[in-house]
């Protein structure tokens, strides 16, 4: 069987800045999101990764970024969390979008009350989004599907944001794309060409970024993608963190599987 031609693009801590998804791409997806965790020796390479490369290192992510600390501790990153909602930048300045007082209240009461008829989903609140979980009741996609829309509807303020096993109401104008766009404006990473890894349709917007600055954008699992690269899984992104690692300041040609 022939196998395409793969450039190999040679990623090296000294050119580049690093973005990374955080579910389904540094940590394994669990049947709950609180059952979530990055496996220890993840975060030291992260940690040796971050110093390799000047810190120009960010976790891009739908989680508020309390939780981004809890998981990555003890180490406190650059982040951007609720898809751009949230965003500290590399001096440690939070930048945050949030709702007014009234739709935030008005949003979480109804989700409760139409999701507490639908056993086995699970309300999320993140302050200016919500997540509406039905990774242990698909049955209720389409109900889980059709309350969002309604929602979106009836509150301007709030776009759609669809994941696996879960929809997003998120605010109007954030996505992860702008949030690594404002990375990329700050000195630290200025001037590097930025890989960004990812899993899910919330990272396409932040692909598309990577692709218009020239830089590496890597889907890892199955799907559409505007990315020009692939991972198989979680344990592949680890692997591949290992190697950047353990050849720190030396050349390191990316492993994944060219897309096209
Ligand atoms: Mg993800």
Redesign the pocket.
Known sequence: MNHPAVIAPVVTLDNHAFFF?????LAA?QSRPDEVFIPSSVITCLQKLSVGCGNALALV??RPLSELDALTAPLRLPLAGVHGAERRDVAGKVHCISLPDEVSKSVLQQLRQVLATLPGTLLESKGMAFALHFRNAPEYADEVQDLAEKMVMQFPQLVLQP??CVVELKPKGVDKGLALHQFMQEALFSGRIPVFV???V??ETGFGVVNALGGVAIK?GQGQTQASFRMDNVEEVHRWLEKLTSQLHQDTTFIGKELR
């Open positions: 998804d955080v579910d389904g791409t997806i992510s739908g994941g696996k990812g899993d899910d919330t990272d890892v």
